[in-house]
């Protein structure tokens, strides 16, 4: 088992910024690629962001500019820092653990997009950005 545990979310006005955490169990930590997903109500879950072992990253379009993930393995953390939020950003925000694609290829399995090669997920925090 990895307990993925997120914290940092909020209300937070247009135009400003928040950074979520997201602390990950395990010895192994640096071998983790992590992701963000959101989903908003209503919608189904998207991909935000995702970092890989080796530090590569992956944005959906509607954030990049905005948004970075970074991680630090001495914490067992990832981050995701957002900057200009917008009123649509409002959602619950999961970070996922994928424990298993150390060493592979990171677009086999559907690539870092794909919820399916993540194992573990956390709770989800709640970020509002009201307009």
């Known amino acids: 088992q990895v307990p993925v545990v997120e914290s940092g979310g909020g209300l937070v006005q247009a135009g400003g910024s928040l950074r979520l955490s997201c602390a990950a169990s395990?010895?192994?930590?640096?071998?983790?690629?992590m992701g963000w997903f959101r989903q908003a109500p209503g919608k189904e879950r998207e991909f935000v962001a995702a970092?890989?072992?080796?530090?590569?990253?992956a944005y959906a379009d509607s954030v990049k500019g905005r948004f970075t993930i970074s991680r630090d393995n001495a914490k067992n953390t990832v981050y995701l820092q957002m900057n200009s939020l917008k009123p649509e950003d409002t959602a619950v925000y999961y970070c996922?653990?994928?424990?298993?694609?150390?060493?592979?290829?990171?677009?086999?399995?559907?690539?870092?997009?794909?919820?399916?090669?993540?194992?573990?997920w956390g709770q989800g925090t709640q970020v509002t950005v009201s307009s």
């Open positions: 395990g010895r192994t930590f640096s071998r983790y690629d």
């Open positions: 996922a653990a994928d424990t298993r694609s150390y060493g592979y290829d990171w677009y086999d399995l559907g690539g870092p997009s794909s919820s399916d090669r993540y194992d573990y």
């Open positions: 970092i890989r072992w080796s530090g590569s990253t």
